[in-house]
């Protein structure tokens, strides 16, 4: 059974920075690709990045593009990090790691496979 364990969030004033972290394990973890996602109170979820784990290619949502970065560890890439900076109270919502086992470029959170709990992250103004 595969499990995504996030952590590093809390709660930081505008204009700071947060990285979070996500670990993944499992008897025979594997995945296509891992990301991140976020969902704001009254909101849907929604795609925040995510990082193709042979080629480390990775794809950001406009909304946080140049101001966050998605990177993976060098061993067993079973690891994905979002460091994040510049946040913007926009930026308050429960983030989910998410891994997809098949090749795809979509961004529908429905499409991913193994999900992680959540982690609040707080913008104050």
């Known amino acids: 059974q595969v499990q995504l364990v996030e952590s590093g969030g809390g709660l930081v004033q505008a204009g700071g920075s947060l990285t979070l972290s996500c670990a993944a394990s499992g008897r025979t973890f594997s995945a296509y690709a891992m990301g991140w996602f976020r969902q704001a109170p009254g909101k849907e979820r929604e795609f925040v990045a995510r990082?193709?784990?042979?080629?480390?290619?990775?794809?950001y949502a406009d909304s946080v593009k140049g101001r966050f970065t998605i990177s993976g560890d060098n061993n067993a890439k079973n690891t994905v990090y979002l460091q994040m900076s510049s946040l913007e109270p926009e930026d308050t919502a429960v983030y989910y790691c998410?891994?997809?086992?098949?090749?795809?470029?979509?961004?529908?959170?429905?499409?991913?496979?193994?999900w992680g709990q959540g982690t609040q992250v707080t913008v104050s103004s």
């Open positions: 998410a891994a997809v086992r098949e090749a795809t470029l979509s961004k529908n959170p429905y499409d991913y496979d193994y």
């Open positions: 990082i193709i784990r042979s080629n480390r290619r990775t794809t």
